[in-house]
Nanobody, 116 residues
Framework: QVQLVESGGGLVQPGGSLRLSCAAS????????MGWYRQAPGKQRELVAR???????NYADSVEGRFTISRDNAKNTVYLQMNSLKPEDTAVYYC??????????WGQGTQVTVSS
């Protein structure tokens, strides 16, 4: 059974930083594409960043240059370093795992609030 557990969310002032972590279990983590998505109130869930098994990454235009996704296959963990946070980054952030055979898994989400 695949489980994804996010941590690291919280309240931060504009311009601040947070690092989110997502610990995966029950899957062959190293071969899967990992991603971070977010959903703000009243909006659809959107892609923030993804990282392939080989380490290639892609980012939403809105976070390019401010956020960095990384993975540690030895720890079955994916990270999202978020710098220069803005109020519009406020959302519930979800970890996502995509397997080569079409399996898609989600974490429970972690709240990030950017406010002064």
């Amino acid at each position: 059974q695949v489980q994804l557990v996010e941590s690291g969310g919280g309240l931060v002032q504009p311009g601040g930083s947070l690092r989110l972590s997502c610990a995966a279990s029950g899957s062959i983590f190293s071969i899967n594409v990992m991603g971070w998505y977010r959903q703000a109130p009243g909006k659809q869930r959107e892609l923030v960043a993804r990282i392939a098994s080989g380490g290639s990454t892609n980012y939403a235009d809105s976070v390019e240059g401010r956020f960095t996704i990384s993975r540690d296959n030895a720890k079955n963990t994916v990270y999202l370093q978020m710098n220069s946070l803005k109020p519009e980054d406020t959302a519930v952030y979800y970890c996502n795992e995509d397997t080569p055979w079409g399996g898609i898994y989600w974490g429970q989400g972690t709240q990030v609030t950017v406010s002064s």
